[in-house]
């Protein structure tokens, strides 16, 4: 190209123009020109090149970051682990538990999942003993079977789930019914709830990048409570006009009974909303920048508690198995209900009392 150039620029000294020639001062101006703009393109090549292999540097370091490491031996299956697919009924109240055998997993989300909040990152491997989960939320008949009067707001029948629940009662469940059935159970904590509900995936919800009404409930409209007609009547004692106390009703808000939909790979329902599950963890949006590989539990100081798995009436990247939610231990809506986990350690198994989805 340099010798090209040279003689390019020597023949372009000024000569008579002929009409013959101008072909040949074409194609000198053309050489001319890559002359000038070779060395510039060159430069952009190298350029890109060094961009495309710093973000591929980038990439690879992220994905090391998250990358699994050897399953400590504690967390594998062990002999005495109940089979995959077991179930385990508690007899006072009919609450089926699936058997969610241990394991590692990637939990929170990837930056450029649609729907991601903040604090569902970093992404980091997390490590879980096995563990029983609730192969449902806790119906209002179950509530009822332990505690007497359904708090439920939506009280459309036994087999709903349980609404208006708070932490604080959904703690105060799991110990009455621990006493009726000489058992354990507990909230499941945030690691283990993501790990159930993921049930092996890395996609946004347990049945791939988008999730349908046809696999959960949520997104479902609903009126603002109706008011009864005030009537307006005099006072006995001063004869004043007053109002009645104006009664609220709400007649288009519904659950679905649970189980409506197909479960997820480890056979539990409804992990992807109809209510939102509280967890045992204090909430801490910057907890993932210092929480343990195993068997994680944010049990620091703090107000908030976290909520997972969306409800009847949030929108659809609320279910996403990485969402984060919180609410105070003593706030109770219709949006608001509870899964109970079994502790293995803890379980007091009889071989009969084992069967198999």
Partial sequence: MGTACSMARRKSAPQRPLLRAQPQAMLLALLLTLCLVAPALAQVSAEDARSEANATQANATQASAVAHKATPPEFLPKPGDPPAGATWTEPKTGMVFNWVPPGCFIMGSPADEPGRNPDEGPQHEVCVSGFWLGATEVTQGQWKAVLGKNPSLIANGDDYPVDMISWDMAKAYAKALGKKSGQTFRLPTEAEWEYAARAGTLTPYAFGDAISQDQASFEKRYSLPAERTVSKRKSRKSRRKTARPKV??????????????????????????????????????????????????????????????????????????????????????????????????????????????
Wanted: charged share 25%; net charge positive; proline share 6%.
């Fill in 248 to 357: 609220r009703t709400w007649p288009n808000m519904h659950t679905n009974v649970v189980a409506s939909f197909q479960p997820n790979a480890f056979g539990l329902h409804d992990m992807h909303g109809n209510l939102w599950e509280w967890c045992e963890d204090v909430y801490d949006a910057h907890y993932y920048d210092r929480s343990p590989r195993e068997n994680p539990q944010n049990a620091s100081e703090g107000v908030s508690r976290v909520l997972r798995g969306g409800s009847w009436v949030t929108k659809a990247s609320t279910l996403r198995s990485a969402n984060r939610s919180r609410g105070w231990p003593d706030l109770h809506t219709a949006f608001y209900g509870l899964r109970l986990l079994r502790p293995r350690a803890e379980s007091k198994d009889g071989p009969a009392k084992i069967s198999h989805r």
